[in-house]
C-alpha cells in the first residue's frame, strides 16, 4: 500500500508540476497569439450574447445555463481556499500569476468550448455528448486520419476516476466540515442531506442540473462578492497597500513561502488552473450542451468563465486577505500571516474580522456549503459523459446511484488518500486535452476569422 501511496504522489506531482504548469501556460499563450486575445477583444459582445434571450440550435440547456453549469463545478473550495493556499505559501504575488493564468485560459475555454460544440453528437437517448474525449478522437481523425479513439479514451478515464474524488467525495467532506464548524451539525447528518438532494437533481439529467446551477451560482457569487466589496470599501484605505504587495512581490523573492520562479510563480499558476480548470477539459463538457449551433458563439460566452471565476470572484478572496489584520509586515519588512493560518481557515478568519458579528464566517462557510453542492452536481455530468463516452448511455445510467452513496461516504470518512488519487487523476486530464488543442488550434483559428468576417459583413 505504501508502494501504491508513492507511486499516486509522484503522478500528482508530476500532474502539477512544473513541466504541466508551463504547458497548460504556453498552450493558454499560443491560442491568445492565435485568436487575437479573442478573450478580451469580444468581452463586452460576450456579455451580450450571454444574457441574449435569442437561443439558436439544437442542445439541452441554454448558452447561459451551460456557462453557469461550468461555473458550478470550478467556483467553490478553489476561490475560497485555494487563493488562501496560494498566498500563504507564495505571497501575495502569486495572485498577479493567478491573473495571468486567467488571462490566458480565457482563450484556452474559448477553443475547447469551440470545439466541443463543433465535433459533439447526439447519443442514444438523444442527448448531446461532446468534450475532448470527442474532439480528441473525431476531431483528431477528421484531420489527420487514422484511429485516435486512445486518446479520447484516456481523457475519459481521467475524468471519470477524478469524478469521484475532485467532484464528489472532496466536495461532501468540505460541506460536513463548514456545517459542522458553523452550526455543529454531525457529519452523517450533512452527508444524507447532500446525497438526497444530490439524488433529486441528477435523476433529471442535464436540464435539472443545469436549471439549479443557475439559480444557485449567480446568487451565491453576487453575495460573495457583496460582502467582498463591504470589507474593501470599508477599508479602503488599506487598498494601495495590496496592491502594492501583488505586484511588488510577484518579481521579488519577498514572499512568504519562496521566490520569484519558484514558489510565487508555481503557486499562482497552479492555483489559477485549478480555480478556473481552463486546459484541464471539464468545462467544454458542459459547454456542448448548449442549444447553440455556432461553435463560436458558444466559445465567446465560455471565455467569460476564466474572467469571472478568476479575475472576478478570486480577486475578491486575495484583496480581502490582504486588507484584513490577518496579514502584516514584520520588522524587516517581510509580509507574515498571524497564527500561520492557511486555507479556507485563513480565508474565514480575514472575513471574519472584517466584518461584525461573526457575519464573514457565515459568507465564507454557506459560500462553501453551496459552491460544492453545484460543484457535485456538474461533476457528475462530467463523470456520467465520460462513463457515457467509455461504455454506453444505459451502463452509465446505473452511475447516479454509485455517485449517491459515495457522497454520503465522502462526508463521512478520512479523505487523504481519496484526495490524492483524484488531484492526479484531475491534472492527467490536461494530459490528452492539451495535445488535442494544440493539434486543432488552427481549426478554431479559421473557424474564429470566418466568424468574424461573417459579423463585419452585418455590421456588428
Same mark, same amino acid.
Given at each position: 500500500?505504501?508502494?501504491?501511496?508513492?507511486?499516486?504522489?509522484?503522478?500528482?506531482?508530476?500532474?502539477?508540476? $512544473?513541466?504541466?504548469? @508551463?504547458?497548460?501556460?504556453?498552450?493558454? %499563450?499560443?491560442?491568445?497569439?492565435?485568436?487575437?486575445?479573442?478573450?478580451?477583444?469580444?468581452?463586452?459582445?460576450?456579455? /451580450?450574447?450571454?444574457?441574449?434571450?435569442? *437561443?439558436?440550435?439544437?442542445?439541452?440547456?441554454?448558452?447561459?445555463?451551460?456557462?453557469?453549469?461550468?461555473?458550478?463545478?470550478?467556483?467553490?473550495?478553489?476561490?475560497?481556499?485555494?487563493?488562501?493556499?496560494?498566498?500563504?505559501?507564495?505571497?501575495?504575488?502569486?495572485?498577479?500569476?493567478?491573473?495571468?493564468?486567467?488571462?490566458?485560459?480565457?482563450?484556452?475555454?474559448?477553443?475547447? @468550448?469551440? %470545439?466541443?460544440?463543433?465535433?459533439?453528437?447526439?447519443?442514444?437517448?438523444?442527448?448531446?455528448?461532446?468534450?475532448?474525449?470527442?474532439?480528441?478522437?473525431?476531431?483528431?481523425?477528421?484531420?489527420?486520419?487514422?484511429?485516435? +479513439?486512445? #486518446?479520447?479514451?484516456?481523457?475519459?478515464?481521467?475524468?471519470?476516476?477524478?469524478?469521484?474524488?475532485?467532484?464528489?467525495? *472532496?466536495?461532501?467532506?468540505?460541506?460536513?466540515?463548514?456545517?459542522?464548524?458553523?452550526?455543529?451539525?454531525?457529519?452523517?447528518?450533512?452527508?444524507?442531506?447532500?446525497?438526497?438532494?444530490?439524488? %433529486?437533481?441528477?435523476?433529471?439529467?442535464?436540464?435539472?442540473?443545469?436549471?439549479?446551477?443557475?439559480? !444557485?451560482? =449567480?446568487?451565491?457569487? #453576487?453575495?460573495?462578492?457583496?460582502?467582498?466589496?463591504?470589507?474593501?470599501?470599508?477599508?479602503?484605505?488599506?487598498?494601495?497597500?495590496?496592491?502594492?504587495?501583488?505586484?511588488?512581490?510577484?518579481?521579488?523573492?519577498?514572499?512568504?513561502?519562496?521566490?520569484?520562479?519558484?514558489?510565487?510563480? /508555481?503557486?499562482?499558476?497552479? /492555483?489559477?488552473?485549478?480555480?478556473?480548470?481552463?486546459?484541464?477539459?471539464?468545462?467544454?463538457?458542459?459547454?456542448?450542451?448548449?442549444?447553440?449551433?455556432? $461553435?463560436?458563439?458558444?466559445?465567446?460566452?465560455?471565455?467569460?468563465?476564466?474572467?469571472?471565476?478568476?479575475?472576478?470572484?478570486?480577486?475578491?478572496?486575495?484583496?480581502? !486577505?490582504?486588507?484584513? =489584520?490577518?496579514?502584516?509586515?514584520?520588522?524587516?519588512?517581510?509580509?507574515?500571516?498571524?497564527?500561520?493560518?492557511?486555507?479556507?481557515?485563513?480565508?474565514?478568519?480575514?472575513?471574519?474580522?472584517?466584518?461584525?458579528?461573526?457575519?464573514?464566517?457565515?459568507?465564507?462557510?454557506?459560500?462553501?456549503?453551496?459552491?460544492?453542492?453545484?460543484?457535485?452536481?456538474?461533476?457528475?455530468?462530467?463523470?456520467? +459523459?465520460?462513463?457515457?463516452?467509455?461504455?454506453?448511455?444505459?451502463?452509465?445510467?446505473?452511475?447516479?446511484?454509485?455517485?449517491? #452513496?459515495?457522497?454520503?461516504?465522502?462526508?463521512?470518512? =478520512?479523505?487523504?488518500? *481519496?484526495?490524492?488519487?483524484?488531484?492526479?487523476?484531475?491534472?492527467?486530464?490536461?494530459?490528452?486535452?492539451?495535445? @488535442?488543442?494544440?493539434?486543432?488550434?488552427? *481549426?478554431?483559428?479559421?473557424?474564429?476569422?470566418?466568424?468574424?468576417?461573417?459579423?463585419?459583413?452585418?455590421?456588428?
Amino acid at each position: 500500500m505504501e508502494t501504491f501511496n508513492e507511486i499516486v504522489n509522484a503522478v500528482g506531482s508530476f500532474a502539477w508540476g $512544473p513541466v504541466m504548469i @508551463a504547458l497548460l501556460f504556453a498552450t493558454g %499563450l499560443i491560442l491568445s497569439i492565435g485568436t487575437k486575445i479573442v478573450q478580451y477583444r469580444k468581452i463586452g459582445y460576450a456579455f /451580450r450574447l450571454l444574457f441574449s434571450r435569442k *437561443v439558436e440550435g439544437e442542445g439541452d440547456i441554454s448558452p447561459f445555463a451551460a456557462l453557469m453549469t461550468s461555473l458550478s463545478a470550478t467556483i467553490g473550495t478553489g476561490n475560497i481556499a485555494g487563493v488562501a493556499t496560494a498566498i500563504a505559501i507564495g505571497g501575495p504575488g502569486a495572485v498577479f500569476w493567478m491573473w495571468v493564468t486567467a488571462v490566458l485560459g480565457g482563450a484556452t475555454k474559448f477553443s475547447e @468550448a469551440v %470545439l466541443a460544440v463543433k465535433y459533439r453528437i447526439t447519443d442514444e437517448l438523444g442527448e448531446k455528448s461532446g468534450g475532448p474525449m470527442y474532439y480528441a478522437s473525431r476531431g483528431m481523425e477528421e484531420k489527420y486520419g487514422g484511429n485516435w +479513439k486512445w #486518446l479520447g479514451s484516456a481523457f475519459a478515464l481521467f475524468a471519470f476516476v477524478a469524478s469521484f474524488g475532485i467532484g464528489n467525495m *472532496v466536495q461532501s467532506n468540505s460541506v460536513a466540515d463548514a456545517v459542522n464548524q458553523s452550526l455543529g451539525v454531525p457529519h452523517w447528518i450533512s452527508g444524507i442531506v447532500v446525497a438526497v438532494a444530490t439524488a %433529486l437533481v441528477v435523476i433529471g439529467g442535464i436540464k435539472s442540473i443545469a436549471k439549479v446551477a443557475e439559480a !444557485i451560482v =449567480p446568487v451565491m457569487a #453576487l453575495i460573495y462578492v457583496a460582502g467582498s466589496l463591504w470589507i474593501i470599501f470599508a477599508n479602503i484605505e488599506f487598498l494601495p497597500r495590496a496592491f502594492g504587495w501583488i505586484f511588488s512581490n510577484a518579481f521579488n523573492g519577498n514572499a512568504v513561502g519562496g521566490g520569484f520562479l519558484g514558489t510565487v510563480v /508555481r503557486m499562482g499558476v497552479a /492555483r489559477g488552473v485549478f480555480s478556473n480548470e481552463a486546459g484541464l477539459g471539464s468545462a467544454p463538457i458542459a459547454h456542448a450542451a448548449s442549444k447553440n449551433n455556432d $461553435p463560436v458563439r458558444q466559445g465567446i460566452i465560455a471565455s467569460l468563465g476564466s474572467f469571472l471565476d478568476t479575475i472576478v470572484v478570486c480577486t475578491m478572496t486575495a484583496l480581502v !486577505i490582504m486588507i484584513s =489584520p490577518v496579514m502584516t509586515i514584520d520588522a524587516d519588512g517581510l509580509m507574515v500571516i498571524n497564527n500561520g493560518l492557511n486555507g479556507a481557515a485563513l480565508t474565514t478568519a480575514a472575513y471574519n474580522q472584517a466584518l461584525p458579528g461573526g457575519f464573514g464566517q457565515f459568507i465564507v462557510s454557506f459560500g462553501l456549503v453551496f459552491f460544492a453542492y453545484s460543484t457535485i452536481l456538474t461533476w457528475y455530468f462530467y463523470g456520467y +459523459k465520460s462513463l457515457e463516452y467509455l461504455t454506453n448511455a444505459r451502463v452509465a445510467s446505473y452511475y447516479k446511484w454509485v455517485w449517491v #452513496l459515495l457522497i454520503f461516504v465522502g462526508a463521512t470518512v =478520512p479523505l487523504s488518500f *481519496v484526495w490524492s488519487i483524484s488531484d492526479a487523476f484531475n491534472g492527467l486530464m490536461a494530459i490528452p486535452n492539451l495535445i @488535442a488543442l494544440i493539434a486543432l488550434s488552427s *481549426v478554431v483559428f479559421g473557424m474564429l476569422k470566418d466568424y468574424e468576417v461573417r459579423l463585419d459583413k452585418r455590421g456588428k
